[in-house]
C-alpha cells in the first residue's frame, strides 16, 4: 500500500527548469524525512537533495548547490525538487526516498530527467 509516485521529468535545454513531485501515500509522511536520488547509465545512484520533517533542515549534494531546491508540502504527502540551470550531467533517472528515525526506507520508481540541447 505504501506508494511513492514521481512525475515531472522529461526533456529540457540545457539552462533551463524542470519541478519534479513525488506524492506519497500509504505511511504517515510528517513522520519521515524525504530525498531525491538520481542515477544515469554507468554510475552508482547519488543522493542529490533531503528534506528534515517540517522541513526544518535541507541538505544538497555539491553538484546541485545552489541550482536545486528540495521543499514539502506535509497537507499534500508531496515533496517537489525545483531544477534551475540544468546540465547535461544532470541527465538521470530521479527517485523519491523516504526514511523515518525506525528505519523504515521506502523507494519510488524514478522519473527520467532529460537534459539536452
Known amino acids: 500500500q505504501v506508494q511513492l509516485v514521481e512525475s515531472g521529468g522529461g526533456l529540457v535545454q540545457p539552462g533551463g527548469s524542470l519541478r ?4 506519497a501515500s500509504g505511511f504517515s509522511f510528517s513522520d519521515f524525512s524525504m530525498n531525491w536520488w538520481r542515477q544515469a547509465p554507468g554510475k552508482e545512484r547519488e543522493m542529490v537533495a533531503g528534506i528534515s520533517r517540517y522541513g526544518r533542515s535541507t ?3 555539491d553538484s546541485v548547490q545552489g541550482r536545486f531546491t528540495i521543499s514539502r508540502d506535509d497537507a499534500k504527502s508531496t515533496v517537489y525538487l525545483q531544477m ?3 546540465k547535461p550531467e544532470d541527465t538521470a ?4 526516498y523516504a526514511r523515518d528515525l525506525g528505519d523504515r526506507r521506502y523507494w519510488g520508481k524514478g522519473t527520467l530527467v532529460t537534459v539536452a540541447s
Open 59 to 61: 541538505t544538497y549534494a
Open 20 to 23: 519534479l513531485s513525488c506524492i
Open 93 to 96: 533517472v530521479y527517485f523519491c
Open 84 to 86: 534551475t540551470s540544468l
